[in-house]
T-cell receptor
Framework: AQKVTQAQTEISVVEKEDVTLDCVYE???????LFWYKQPPSGELVFLIR??????QNEISGRYSWNFQKSTSSFNFTITASQVVDSAVYFC?????????????FGRGTSLIVHP | DGGITQSPKYLFRKEGQNVTLSCEQN?????MYWYRQDPGQGLRLIYY???????QKGDIAEGYSVSREKKESFPLTVTSAQKNPTAFYLC?????????????FGPGTRLTVL
């Protein structure tokens, strides 16, 4: 069975602060994919990143960075110099890489509120 | 532009009525999905389909029905048997082969039962 835990239900920061959203996962699969999605107030989930379990390199995209640590089963997401437009619910998800299953398991989401 | 469209954006239903939510994609994806999201909650899978004319129940299929007559379309019917249908419904699609199997989502339909 797979499980994704986003322990932070809500985070509130002031603009320009850095913020890290935690994601811890459980899986018996040796290869898998991890994802982050952003859900702004409009409701649509926007795909942010996919990470393969065999690639532990951290990734940076502008103000966004992701820290994947297989040893601790974590895939944390950091926003540097947060902006009001970053206010959204962020979901972490996990899917096996083999076996034919492509249904991801989602965490319950972390609501990020960035105050001006 | 490729993407997923859902209609309507807002839907109001009287108790006892069936309603159908539309989902169309032009991404040429084989798989399509329906999720339900309640306030402050994560996503719960209702139904999914890997191929035309085939679909499987998700975690909360009771009170819902789907069809997959075309690759591009995966409508969801919320029946009167669904006891608490007020929620936000999200449709998604994905490839079923290759590396890029992440789901892409539509804008959602907010259903309110009056």
């Amino acid at each position: 069975a797979q499980k994704v835990t986003q322990a932070q239900t809500e985070i509130s920061v002031v603009e320009k602060e850095d913020v890290t959203l935690d994601c811890v996962y459980e899986t018996r699969d040796t290869t898998y994919y991890l994802f982050w999605y952003k859900q702004p107030p409009s409701g649509e989930l926007v795909f942010l990143i996919r990470r393969n379990s065999f690639d532990e390199q951290n990734e940076i995209s502008g103000r966004y960075s992701w820290n994947f640590q297989k040893s601790t089963s974590s895939f944390n997401f950091t926003i540097t110099a947060s902006q009001v437009v970053d206010s959204a619910v962020y979901f972490c998800a996990l899917r096996p890489a083999s076996g034919g299953s492509y249904i991801p398991t989602f965490g319950r989401g972390t609501s990020l509120i960035v105050h001006p | 532009d490729g993407g997923i469209t859902q209609s309507p954006k807002y839907l109001f239903r009287k108790e006892g009525q069936n309603v159908t939510l539309s989902c169309e994609q032009n991404l040429n994806h084989d798989a399509m999905y329906w999720y339900r999201q309640d306030p402050g909650q994560g996503l719960r899978l209702i139904y999914y389909s890997q191929i035309v004319n085939d679909f499987q129940k998700g975690d909360i299929a009771e009170g819902y029905s789907v069809s997959r007559e075309k690759k591009e379309s995966f409508p969801l019917t919320v029946t009167s048997a669904q006891k608490n249908p007020t929620a936000f419904y999200l449709c998604a699609s994905s490839r079923t082969s290759g590396l890029r199997r992440e789901q892409f989502f539509g804008p959602g339909t907010r259903l309110t039962v009056l």
